[in-house]
Protein backbone atom coordinates (compact mmCIF):
# COMPACT_ATOMS: atom_id res chain seq x y z
CA UNK A 1 0.00 0.00 0.00
CA UNK A 2 3.00 2.72 0.80
CA UNK A 3 4.63 1.62 -2.43
CA UNK A 4 1.22 2.24 -4.29
CA UNK A 5 0.70 5.72 -2.50
CA UNK A 6 4.37 6.37 -3.51
CA UNK A 7 3.09 5.53 -7.26
CA UNK A 8 0.47 7.84 -7.05
CA UNK A 9 2.57 10.56 -5.98
CA UNK A 10 4.98 10.18 -8.59
CA UNK A 11 2.22 10.16 -10.77
CA UNK A 12 0.37 13.56 -9.68
CA UNK A 13 4.11 15.29 -9.45
CA UNK A 14 4.62 14.10 -13.68
CA UNK A 15 1.28 15.27 -14.09
CA UNK A 16 1.88 19.06 -12.81
CA UNK A 17 5.30 18.84 -14.36
CA UNK A 18 3.78 17.76 -17.55
CA UNK A 19 0.91 20.70 -17.19
CA UNK A 20 -1.32 17.53 -18.00
CA UNK A 21 -3.54 19.41 -15.29
CA UNK A 22 -3.69 22.38 -16.57
CA UNK A 23 -3.53 21.83 -20.60
CA UNK A 24 -6.65 19.10 -20.22
CA UNK A 25 -9.02 21.17 -18.09
CA UNK A 26 -8.69 23.51 -20.29
CA UNK A 27 -9.43 21.59 -23.62
CA UNK A 28 -12.69 20.28 -21.56
CA UNK A 29 -13.88 24.15 -20.28
CA UNK A 30 -12.97 25.80 -24.05
CA UNK A 31 -15.38 22.81 -25.47
CA UNK A 32 -17.98 23.40 -22.50
CA UNK A 33 -18.33 27.03 -22.72
CA UNK A 34 -18.19 27.02 -26.64
CA UNK A 35 -21.82 24.86 -27.20
CA UNK A 36 -24.08 27.27 -24.97
CA UNK A 37 -22.28 30.50 -26.22
CA UNK A 38 -22.41 29.43 -30.09
CA UNK A 39 -26.24 27.64 -29.28
CA UNK A 40 -27.52 31.47 -27.94
CA UNK A 41 -25.45 34.03 -30.19
CA UNK A 42 -25.58 31.85 -33.49
CA UNK A 43 -27.70 34.01 -35.83
CA UNK A 44 -26.01 36.61 -34.43
CA UNK A 45 -22.66 35.36 -36.00
CA UNK A 46 -24.15 34.14 -38.69
CA UNK A 47 -25.52 37.38 -39.45
CA UNK A 48 -21.91 39.22 -38.80
CA UNK A 49 -20.05 36.91 -41.09
CA UNK A 50 -22.52 36.33 -43.84
CA UNK A 51 -23.26 38.49 -46.76
CA UNK A 52 -26.60 38.50 -46.32
CA UNK A 53 -29.23 41.21 -48.30
CA UNK A 54 -30.12 44.17 -46.52
CA UNK A 55 -33.02 43.80 -43.73
CA UNK A 56 -32.60 39.87 -44.07
CA UNK A 57 -33.89 38.48 -40.85
CA UNK A 58 -32.05 35.39 -39.44
CA UNK A 59 -34.15 33.44 -37.30
CA UNK A 60 -32.73 30.27 -35.61
CA UNK A 61 -34.59 27.92 -33.24
CA UNK A 62 -32.82 28.24 -29.90
CA UNK A 63 -32.42 24.91 -28.59
CA UNK A 64 -33.54 23.49 -25.27
CA UNK A 65 -31.22 23.35 -22.30
CA UNK A 66 -31.15 19.73 -22.39
CA UNK A 67 -29.62 19.71 -25.59
CA UNK A 68 -27.20 22.51 -25.17
CA UNK A 69 -25.81 20.11 -22.83
CA UNK A 70 -26.27 17.17 -25.05
CA UNK A 71 -24.36 19.03 -27.77
CA UNK A 72 -21.94 19.55 -25.25
CA UNK A 73 -21.18 16.14 -24.52
CA UNK A 74 -20.59 14.99 -28.04
CA UNK A 75 -17.81 17.80 -28.32
CA UNK A 76 -16.23 16.20 -25.55
CA UNK A 77 -16.86 12.93 -27.26
CA UNK A 78 -14.66 14.07 -30.11
CA UNK A 79 -12.00 16.16 -28.94
CA UNK A 80 -12.13 15.78 -25.53
CA UNK A 81 -11.45 12.07 -26.06
CA UNK A 82 -8.77 12.64 -28.55
CA UNK A 83 -7.20 14.83 -25.76
CA UNK A 84 -7.57 12.12 -23.27
CA UNK A 85 -6.01 9.58 -25.47
CA UNK A 86 -3.33 11.94 -26.11
CA UNK A 87 -2.76 12.90 -22.70
CA UNK A 88 -2.09 9.23 -21.64
CA UNK A 89 -0.98 7.22 -24.75
CA UNK A 90 2.64 6.99 -23.57
CA UNK A 91 1.97 6.59 -20.02
CA UNK A 92 3.46 3.14 -19.70
CA UNK A 93 5.39 3.24 -22.98
CA UNK A 94 7.39 6.20 -22.40
CA UNK A 95 8.48 5.11 -19.27
CA UNK A 96 9.10 1.49 -20.57
CA UNK A 97 11.53 2.83 -23.30
CA UNK A 98 13.72 5.59 -21.17
CA UNK A 99 14.02 2.03 -18.53
CA UNK A 100 12.05 4.00 -15.95
CA UNK A 101 9.51 1.54 -15.57
CA UNK A 102 12.09 -1.67 -15.04
CA UNK A 103 13.74 0.65 -12.49
CA UNK A 104 10.70 1.08 -10.66
CA UNK A 105 9.80 -2.31 -11.11
CA UNK A 106 13.22 -3.77 -9.63
CA UNK A 107 12.24 -2.40 -5.96
CA UNK A 108 9.06 -4.33 -4.07
CA UNK A 109 6.22 -2.62 -5.54
CA UNK A 110 4.03 -5.20 -8.27
CA UNK A 111 3.10 -4.42 -11.33
CA UNK A 112 -0.54 -4.14 -11.00
CA UNK A 113 0.16 -1.44 -8.38
CA UNK A 114 2.28 0.43 -10.90
CA UNK A 115 -0.71 0.35 -13.25
CA UNK A 116 -3.41 0.95 -10.58
CA UNK A 117 -1.08 4.25 -9.97
CA UNK A 118 -1.79 5.21 -13.90
CA UNK A 119 -5.33 4.46 -13.25
CA UNK A 120 -6.23 6.24 -10.40
CA UNK A 121 -4.25 8.86 -12.07
CA UNK A 122 -6.94 8.52 -15.19
CA UNK A 123 -9.25 8.95 -12.98
CA UNK A 124 -8.79 12.16 -11.20
CA UNK A 125 -7.37 14.18 -14.33
CA UNK A 126 -10.80 12.98 -16.48
CA UNK A 127 -12.59 13.96 -13.05
CA UNK A 128 -11.20 17.04 -12.81
CA UNK A 129 -11.45 18.09 -16.75
CA UNK A 130 -14.87 16.80 -17.62
CA UNK A 131 -16.39 18.35 -14.16
CA UNK A 132 -15.07 21.41 -15.13
CA UNK A 133 -16.02 21.52 -19.11
CA UNK A 134 -19.62 20.22 -17.79
CA UNK A 135 -19.95 22.72 -15.05
CA UNK A 136 -19.17 25.11 -17.41
CA UNK A 137 -21.37 24.41 -20.20
CA UNK A 138 -24.06 23.88 -17.65
CA UNK A 139 -23.63 26.84 -15.51
CA UNK A 140 -23.77 29.19 -19.24
CA UNK A 141 -27.19 26.95 -20.25
CA UNK A 142 -28.57 28.64 -17.32
CA UNK A 143 -27.47 32.05 -17.81
CA UNK A 144 -27.67 32.27 -21.90
CA UNK A 145 -30.30 29.12 -22.14
CA UNK A 146 -32.18 27.91 -19.35
CA UNK A 147 -32.31 25.32 -16.50
CA UNK A 148 -31.87 21.47 -17.51
CA UNK A 149 -33.61 18.93 -15.81
CA UNK A 150 -31.14 18.50 -12.29
CA UNK A 151 -31.33 14.74 -12.16
CA UNK A 152 -31.60 14.35 -16.06
CA UNK A 153 -28.23 16.47 -16.28
CA UNK A 154 -26.57 14.54 -13.19
CA UNK A 155 -27.14 11.24 -13.88
CA UNK A 156 -26.50 11.66 -17.91
CA UNK A 157 -22.58 13.34 -16.43
CA UNK A 158 -22.05 10.32 -14.55
CA UNK A 159 -22.41 8.17 -17.46
CA UNK A 160 -20.48 10.10 -19.72
CA UNK A 161 -17.47 10.02 -17.25
CA UNK A 162 -17.85 6.23 -17.27
CA UNK A 163 -17.75 6.39 -21.20
CA UNK A 164 -14.49 8.31 -20.64
CA UNK A 165 -12.64 6.65 -18.27
CA UNK A 166 -13.37 3.04 -19.87
CA UNK A 167 -11.99 4.93 -23.67
CA UNK A 168 -8.66 6.30 -20.91
CA UNK A 169 -8.55 2.80 -19.53
CA UNK A 170 -8.38 1.34 -23.27
CA UNK A 171 -5.25 3.50 -23.83
CA UNK A 172 -3.76 2.68 -20.32
CA UNK A 173 -3.64 -1.07 -21.52
CA UNK A 174 -2.12 -0.70 -25.04
CA UNK A 175 0.26 1.84 -23.33
CA UNK A 176 1.50 -1.41 -21.88
CA UNK A 177 1.91 -3.38 -24.67
CA UNK A 178 2.64 -1.21 -27.63
CA UNK A 179 6.33 0.67 -27.80
CA UNK A 180 4.55 3.51 -29.80
CA UNK A 181 2.61 5.76 -27.85
CA UNK A 182 0.91 7.42 -31.24
CA UNK A 183 0.02 3.84 -32.02
CA UNK A 184 -1.41 3.39 -28.12
CA UNK A 185 -4.14 6.56 -29.11
CA UNK A 186 -4.71 5.24 -32.43
CA UNK A 187 -6.05 2.02 -31.00
CA UNK A 188 -8.14 3.74 -28.01
CA UNK A 189 -9.53 6.18 -30.69
CA UNK A 190 -10.40 3.29 -32.78
CA UNK A 191 -11.60 1.37 -30.00
CA UNK A 192 -13.82 3.94 -29.23
CA UNK A 193 -15.29 5.16 -32.82
CA UNK A 194 -15.63 1.18 -33.75
CA UNK A 195 -17.56 0.56 -30.60
CA UNK A 196 -19.49 3.59 -31.43
CA UNK A 197 -20.52 2.74 -34.89
CA UNK A 198 -21.58 -1.17 -34.27
CA UNK A 199 -23.87 0.61 -31.09
CA UNK A 200 -25.27 2.39 -33.37
CA UNK A 201 -26.09 0.45 -36.36
CA UNK A 202 -27.25 -2.63 -33.88
CA UNK A 203 -28.64 -0.42 -31.28
CA UNK A 204 -31.22 -3.65 -30.14
CA UNK A 205 -29.12 -6.29 -30.47
CA UNK A 206 -25.58 -4.68 -29.18
CA UNK A 207 -27.15 -2.48 -26.52
CA UNK A 208 -25.16 -3.94 -23.56
CA UNK A 209 -21.59 -2.44 -25.45
CA UNK A 210 -19.63 0.10 -23.10
CA UNK A 211 -20.21 3.34 -26.20
CA UNK A 212 -24.17 2.72 -24.86
CA UNK A 213 -22.86 5.07 -21.68
CA UNK A 214 -22.07 8.02 -24.13
CA UNK A 215 -24.94 7.29 -25.87
CA UNK A 216 -27.54 7.10 -23.92
CA UNK A 217 -26.43 10.10 -21.58
CA UNK A 218 -26.24 12.40 -24.86
CA UNK A 219 -29.98 10.79 -25.73
CA UNK A 220 -31.56 11.29 -22.33
CA UNK A 221 -30.69 15.16 -22.30
CA UNK A 222 -31.08 15.69 -26.33
CA UNK A 223 -34.46 13.41 -26.50
CA UNK A 224 -35.50 12.51 -22.80
CA UNK A 225 -34.93 9.07 -23.77
CA UNK A 226 -33.13 6.23 -21.42
CA UNK A 227 -32.98 3.10 -23.02
CA UNK A 228 -31.01 0.08 -21.27
CA UNK A 229 -28.20 1.22 -19.58
CA UNK A 230 -27.25 -1.11 -17.09
CA UNK A 231 -26.01 -3.91 -19.71
CA UNK A 232 -23.60 -0.83 -20.92
CA UNK A 233 -21.97 -0.10 -17.51
CA UNK A 234 -21.89 -4.12 -16.43
CA UNK A 235 -19.89 -4.34 -19.55
CA UNK A 236 -18.02 -1.47 -19.22
CA UNK A 237 -17.44 -2.23 -15.36
CA UNK A 238 -15.95 -5.59 -16.37
CA UNK A 239 -13.95 -4.59 -19.41
CA UNK A 240 -11.87 -2.01 -17.08
CA UNK A 241 -10.89 -4.86 -14.48
CA UNK A 242 -9.89 -7.22 -18.31
CA UNK A 243 -8.13 -4.36 -19.33
CA UNK A 244 -6.54 -3.56 -16.07
CA UNK A 245 -5.42 -7.19 -16.26
CA UNK A 246 -4.18 -6.84 -19.66
CA UNK A 247 -2.13 -3.90 -19.01
CA UNK A 248 -0.21 -5.72 -16.45
CA UNK A 249 0.57 -8.42 -18.36
CA UNK A 250 2.21 -6.44 -20.65
CA UNK A 251 3.70 -5.19 -18.23
CA UNK A 252 5.29 -8.03 -17.29
CA UNK A 253 6.40 -9.39 -20.54
CA UNK A 254 8.38 -6.27 -21.03
CA UNK A 255 10.89 -6.18 -18.51
CA UNK A 256 11.36 -9.85 -18.33
Not at 6 to 23: D, F, G, P, Q
Not at 179 to 198: K, Y
Not at 215 to 236: K, N, P, Q
Request: hydrophobic fraction near 55%.
Amino acid sequence: MNGFRILLHKEWREAVRTAKLIWLPAVFVLLGLLQPISAKFMPEIIASAGNLPEGAIIQLPIPKPGEVLGQALGNFGLIGLLAICLAFMGTISSERRSGTAAWILVKPVSPFAYVASKWVMLIITVGLSFGLGYGGAWYYTNLLIGYPNVGDALFSALLYYCWLVFVGTIAIAASAWLRSPAAAAFVAIGSATLMQLIRGLFERDLSWLPSGLGMEAVSRLTMGDFSSWIGSALTAAASIILLMIVAVRGLRRSIE
